[in-house]
């Protein structure tokens, strides 16, 4: 099955910038979607499509996505930004969705 | 506003059964595929299962296939999830998500689902 690996923890001083990886096989050719899941609270699309944003998510949040590796990137990152970031692809060879194993991302 | 509100969680002994749904309000239901994803304690999300808009296709994760299955209800808007043969390591809080293209685009709050003697 179709493995995604993320980094367990990113530290960022505030107004910084955060690079959060997502690493699987050719993960360039499939659609990488990014979700942001606080304490208590569902989880939020942050970004889908590999560097789309959905309306009311800041433009501090961007992605992209090539060869082996896709990328979640907040720009001057404020304490509200701290939470864990999970990356999802779908797995169209066995016809299941995949979820990276999480990064916490922590404001220093 | 789109919303997605689950419920049917709770505390039941290893081997039982719990039956789960997500009622949905806000967009035309039958438009959409839905989803169960789930994130069991300290650990990350997990996608469960989906369902097609109408037809009913399913697929599930490997780690409950054969004892949960998914069904909806398009006239009454809900999406359900009969879990059988509960395990401890089913322990988790559910989430009804919506999709769209394959994105998640809406979550419900989730409910929680503890497997315990």
């Known amino acids: 099955s179709y493995v995604l690996t993320q980094p367990a923890s990113v530290s960022v001083a505030p107004g910084k910038t955060a690079k959060i990886t997502c690493g699987g096989n050719n993960i360039g050719t499939k659609g990488v979607h990014w979700y942001q899941r606080k304490p208590g609270q569902a989880p939020v699309l942050v970004i889908y499509?590999?560097?789309d944003r959905p309306s009311g998510i800041p433009e501090r949040f961007s992605g992209s996505s090539s060869g082996n590796t896709a990328t979640l990137t907040i720009s001057r990152v404020e304490a509200g930004d701290e939470a864990d970031y999970y990356c999802q692809v779908w797995d169209s060879s066995s016809d299941q969705s995949v979820f990276g194993g999480g990064t916490k991302l922590t404001v220093l | 506003q789109v919303q997605l509100v689950e419920s049917g969680g709770g505390l039941v002994k290893p081997g039982g059964s719990l039956r789960l749904s997500c009622a949905a309000s806000?967009?035309?239901?039958?438009?959409?595929?839905m989803n169960w994803i789930r994130q069991a304690p300290g650990k990350g999300l997990e996608w469960i299962s989906f369902i097609s808009r109408i037809n009913g296709d399913t697929n599930y994760a490997d780690s409950v296939k054969g004892r949960f299955t998914i069904s909806r209800d398009n006239a009454k808007n809900s999406l359900f999830l009969q879990m059988n043969g509960l395990r401890a390591e089913d322990t988790a809080i559910y989430f009804c998500a919506r999709a769209s293209n394959g994105v998640y685009d809406s979550w419900g709050q989730g409910t929680l689902v503890t497997v315990s003697s």
């Open positions: 499509y590999d560097a």
């Open positions: 806000g967009f035309t239901f039958s438009d959409y595929y």
